[in-house]
């Protein structure tokens, strides 16, 4: 949990709404992953970007779900048209590069937005 | 495809047990590593060892003991004389050469309670 800044941490929407999820990764860091804890789950992974880039999406549902990280400002995680399913806990990691050395942990989690749809 | 499998729910103990959260991991990776997390009832993910598939040396740190075995692709996890503030769902995780070992497999978690 070294500095990856989520918010919001709890968001409440009607079916319908969007759900935008904000993510600042750790300072430096350029790689953005993106995973989802459903009820009683493990945790899903999502997406994987970089600056500009989406390097893998292959666990993003392929409708009403986007997501961007932009050469300035957080990553965003968009959900449209929300429906009760979407009610999980949504967590983004970030790490520095898009590989794990051998000097430690090198990716960090923040501390989730925990999304429900009423 | 990668898959970890964390069999046990929940399990339940008494302050002062030990208590050994299993973990058994498939890939088809040769060079992999292995996870394990602690979400405490606050929600955030606390990350406590990371273990690459070469070094199947056991670690201990403090009350933490993790024991790899590739042969029965588990990484199994102690806690020793466990604590009320152990109480926390555990992941074990996995990720291999194939995702570049950018991406995490989670299982699905085991929740601890320790009572007093």
């Known amino acids: 949990n070294a500095g990856v800044m989520q918010n919001p941490r709890h968001l409440v929407r009607r079916r319908g709404q969007e759900a935008r999820l904000r993510c600042s990764p750790v300072?430096?860091?350029?790689?953005v992953y993106w995973y989802r804890q459903l009820p009683e789950e493990g945790l899903k992974f999502m997406v994987y970007?970089?600056?500009?880039?989406?390097?893998?999406e292959s666990g993003m549902p392929k409708e009403r779900f986007s997501a961007e990280f932009p050469k300035e400002g957080p990553s965003i995680l968009r959900i449209q048209q929300v429906v009760r399913g979407d009610s999980a806990a949504y967590f983004c990691?970030?790490?520095?590069?898009?590989?794990?050395?051998?000097?430690?942990?090198?990716?960090?989690f923040g501390e989730g937005s925990w999304l429900t749809v009423v | 495809a990668q898959k970890v499998t964390q069999a046990q729910t929940e399990i339940s103990v008494v302050e002062k047990e030990d208590v050994t959260l299993d973990c058994v991991y498939e890939?088809?990776?040769?060079?992999?590593?292995l996870f394990w997390y602690k979400q405490p009832p606050s929600g955030e993910l606390v990350f406590l060892i990371r273990?690459?598939?070469?070094?199947?040396q056991n670690e201990i740190s403090g009350r933490y003991s993790w024991n790899f075995q590739k042969s029965t692709s588990s990484f199994n996890f102690t806690i020793t004389a466990s604590q009320v503030v152990d109480s926390a769902v555990y992941f074990c995780?996995?990720?291999?050469?194939?995702?570049?070992?950018?991406?995490?497999?989670f299982g699905k978690g085991t929740m601890l309670l320790v009572s007093p």
């Open positions: 990691a970030s790490s520095p590069k898009g590989t794990v050395d051998l000097s430690g942990n090198t990716i960090y």
């Open positions: 300072k430096g860091h350029s790689h």
């Open positions: 970007l970089q600056k500009e880039n989406i390097i893998d």
């Open positions: 890939t088809r990776d040769t060079t992999y590593y």
């Open positions: 273990r690459n598939s070469f070094d199947e």
């Open positions: 995780a996995l990720s291999g050469h194939t995702s570049g070992y950018s991406t995490l497999t």
